[in-house]
């Protein structure tokens, strides 16, 4: 499965004719034509990015958008026929990453998506590197770049020449 997109626009061609262009890119689309199916799917669905009408029928697109922040900090782009600058600052400041204005390229929106992605992807795979930094076993903590080394969170006083192995710090006879 790829990349999950939701997509949120109570006008049906333009939600159709966003689906046709990323699902043509290989993403999994979810797509609503309100805010309360949206917010259901962002509850269960593992998404990557949010593509928000502001003009929604029930909920619109700001507070969906505070609500997707309340938990999850995938890309969010507003898409809306909302032009003004005080909308463009307001869906900025409740958190969505980018904000495009109707009528819209759909390729332009695309290239936005793929953007965002790349954002995104690099920044949460620049915490996952942060936590390779740590290695554990059996209450055994080993920091390769501090090279301090705990068992059961006290601190092990040991010398570095009693460690060197593959490259990390690693005590002789703990393995």
Not at 5 to 22: G, K, R, T
Not at 77 to 84: F, P, R, S, V, W
Request: aromatic share 10%; hydrophobic share 40%; with cysteine.
């Amino acid at each position: 499965m790829g990349i999950s997109i939701l997509v949120v626009d109570d006008e049906q061609s333009i939600a159709d004719l966003i689906e046709v262009y990323l699902k043509n890119e290989g993403f999994t689309v979810y797509k609503f034509y309100n805010g309360q199916d949206a917010f259901k799917c962002i509850k269960s669905e593992q998404l990557e990015l949010a593509i928000l009408d502001v003009m929604l029928p029930d909920i619109d697109g700001f507070t969906l958008c505070q609500k997707i922040r309340e938990k999850h900090n995938f890309p969010v782009i507003m898409l809306t026929a909302k032009e003004e600058e005080i909308d463009k600052i307001t869906g900025l400041t409740l958190g969505a990453d980018d904000y495009m204005t109707k009528p819209f390229r759909p390729l332009e929106l695309v290239a936005r998506v793929k953007a965002q992605l790349r954002r995104f992807t690099k920044y949460n795979a620049a915490e996952s590197v942060r936590e390779e930094k740590l290695i554990g076993f059996s209450g055994l903590v080993l920091n390769k770049d501090t090279h301090i080394c705990t068992l059961n969170e006290k601190p092990l006083a040991l010398l570095p020449r009693s460690f060197l192995f593959c490259g990390c710090w690693v005590p002789i006879g703990v393995a």
